[in-house]
């Protein structure tokens, strides 16, 4: 488990070492850049494995943290600094003005660039549309709903997972009726 950990923090520093210094947490970053994304979602999965087998290995929940913080997925981010928090009974000043940031960052992020009719329609549009194809863990209907409706998607997508709906199937149950 150790040399996983390891490998995850490799690949979390090499992201950031190709992100250069655009990659600074300003309030305005709203997404990784397209590159480093594979990257970490790599190392996400690492340590995704690594807390199913060991689900209080702090190491791997604070890299969590940093890995949801610089994939933009702030509400998760907050969720695993705070866990790595409580198990390690330690609140230095970095982390809680971290965890002040990624609030801040969240509050931000979860601004739906459309109105609650609109949500509805985007609803009911995806429960229409997985009638006849399942979700395939993508937000292609959620997509083609904002193209045809000339709404920005990249802003549309990182509000819903912001919201905990990471593909279509989730928009429905943790967004619209959530
Ligand atoms: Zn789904």
């Given at each position: 488990m150790r040399e996983s950990v390891q490998q995850a923090k490799d690949l979390i520093i090499k992201a950031i070492k190709l992100s250069g210094?655009?990659?600074?947490?300003?309030?305005?970053?709203k997404a990784p850049k397209k590159k480093v994304v594979p990257l970490l979602k790599n190392a996400k999965n690492i340590l995704l494995d690594v807390i199913r087998t060991e689900p209080d290995n702090v190491e791997a929940i604070r890299y969590l943290a940093q890995v949801e913080d610089e994939l933009c997925h702030f509400s998760s981010a907050i969720k695993y600094l705070e866990k790595y928090m409580e198990l390690t009974k330690q609140h230095s000043k970095k982390d809680l003005a971290r965890l002040y940031r990624l609030r801040e960052h969240s509050k931000e992020a979860r601004?739906?660039?459309?109105s609650q009719e609109k949500l509805e329609d985007l609803g009911r549009y995806i429960e229409q549309s997985l009638l006849s194809s399942p979700c395939d863990h993508t937000f292609r209907f959620t997509i083609a709903w904002a193209k045809r409706n000339g709404i920005n998607v990249e802003q549309l997508c990182s509000a819903l997972e912001e919201r905990g709906g990471y593909c279509d199937c989730e928009v429905i149950f943790n967004v619209v009726r959530g």
């Open positions: 210094d655009s990659f600074a947490r300003s309030l305005d970053r601004i739906l660039p459309i």
